[in-house]
């Protein structure tokens, strides 16, 4: 007959108790955990784009691996353990205790003989004189023994260790506990709530006073991780949960507010330590208690740990002085604003949104070596350098904003406050990148003698102007040809030359120039073109600058070195400008510095049960390891003894442990005459 069919319920109880299932759970587990730690969780999106690019992002994204923890595949995968360890636990438990319980003692003499580590002797002895002494010896070896009267004689059943199997249990309770706390930690009631369209993530980039209630979560809720970040002299009652592509808004039982924040640096400009001083107000106003939290030294009050996670810009004030790069002018117009805060500039190119993003007090920069020469002034702070030299060196200040165009297309901006020195020159930088994944691109603006960035707007002015082309030509002319060739058809085309050298690289730079070379000279010509045509727009642009200097009612400016590199380093930025992708720039003038404390806020009533877990897991580790259990059993009749050993783990301490035992049964058959005894068969 065939057997019948198990039911469902069977099967699955078989499955769930199950080693090999349990152990495929761990391992997945496993995997997702080392996951979990090597990609950092609960980031924006958009950081994740950036890292992984599109493709990987979107597997990455239906895998759930950017909250893996919270994951719903994560949590039913803790909920199928805990169900399937919990079942072993109670189909095996009971076999466990009957064994720990059990002095095996209705072994028989044939079993015995066919133990691996057994020995017998001969004794004189009647079997209760020799079980007496035996169990003596054996009680004080630590065994708890059962004397047993049995038809020929006595057999002695003893055991030690026995608590190594409960090392099993507790092993297998703290799978279960830890998994429970991370099921406690798993954000269900938001999940559940979410299923149901009681909770919706919130996508918008709004004030957290105007996100709806659907995606505010209450003070009482009960697992929750989330950050905000707190500016000097301000407060929050919130923290913000990033979900997925959006966020929740955590409501706080409390008040959070941050009287200072401080901060140390190491000599690379790496944060040494920070750290907040915070106050605690509940709902209604009245200060609850003041508390300063470091990194690793968090504040714990009503169940919700505050941590110092990290820190940034609170909306520091900038004063800025804004220069039109395009203008025919050198005059500047002033700017107000803050970071984090936007305004609209209104210029020829059309309206941009100035949006300021951040601030940096001080800058560590390597200005160790020297930079390669790149063609031109647009290139990686620190180029290419040609030595392996590093001198760090803190370059001042710097803040970062976006121009936003009115097609929504923006750029990122860095800008250094102070000028840094490049080739025993120096420079005024904005770096420009389009997106964050790229590195930035700074633009070099030269100083002239007195460290100001005007010559250099001055004469950019004057080479985008047109009505004063004709009469830097005519300077330049004058310079570079005699008395005796003024006024000639030699002067004119010079003029003319001129004129147009300057016409064509104020359309577009260098590019503009080398267009028109290979348009208009022949291939064999083009680089002796190409010199004289730059030679030409050097000397030109000298005159330039004397013809702006006259303008501003400033003294005429040195034929020497330094006016020669101005000249040249006007041009290298001039023709930069047009890939700066911006019509303005903006100089940094002073500042008022806000800072912002980062805080993580979490409530983790799971976090006591994994602890717990994690302490009886440890304990069974220990009962497992270092407690060994041993059984013995003698079987005594009249002239025999048969002794029998055995061990879950046949270690070296066992071996030793049998051949003591063996040693002195021969010692107690025989206390005075020892007689040989007989060997069975041993190790």
Known sequence: MNAAPHSFGRSLFELLSSMRFAISLLSILAVASIIGTVLKQSEPYSNYIIQLGPFWFQAFEKLGLYDVYHAAWFLLILTFLVASTSVCITRNAPNFVREMKSFREHVSEQSLNAFKHKHEADTDQSPETLAASAQAYLEGQGYKVRNLPREDGVLLAAKAGSWNRVGYLLAHSAIVMICIGG???????????????????????????????ISRLSPSNPSFRGSVQIPEGSSADVAFLNVADGYLVQELPFTVALKQFRIEHYTTGQPKNFESDIELFDLSGKKILGATIAVNHPLIYDNVAIYQASFADGGTRLTLRAWNLFSKTASSFPIEGAVHQNTTLTSEAGDHTLEFTDFRPFNIENMGGEIAPSGNAMSVLGGSPVSDKKHLRNVGPSFQYKLRDSRGQAREFSNYMLPLELDGRWFMMSGVRESPSEAFRYLRMPLDAGGSIDSFMRLRGALLNPQLRPEIAARFARQALPKAAWGTEIETKLKFSATQMLALFAEGGFQSLGRFIEEKVPEAEREKAAGTYLRILELAAFEALQVANQQASLPAPQSDEASGWLVRDTLNSMSDMFAYGAPIYLQLMSYDEVKASGLQLT?????????????????????MLYVRERRVWLRIKPGHALLAMSSAKH?????????????ALDTLVNPQNNPEASNGTRP
């Open 183 to 213: 099921l406690m930690d798993g954000n269900l009631v938001f999940k559940a709530q979410q299923v149901l369209g009681y909770k919706k993530i919130e996508t918008r980039d709004i004030p957290q006073s105007q996100v709806p209630a």
């Open 603 to 623: 409530r983790s009533p799971g976090k006591k049960v994994v602890y717990f877990g994690s302490l009886l897991l440890v304990l069974g580790v220990f009962f």
């Open 651 to 663: 270690t070296i301490d066992f071996e030793k442990e049998f051949t003591q035992h063996a040693q």
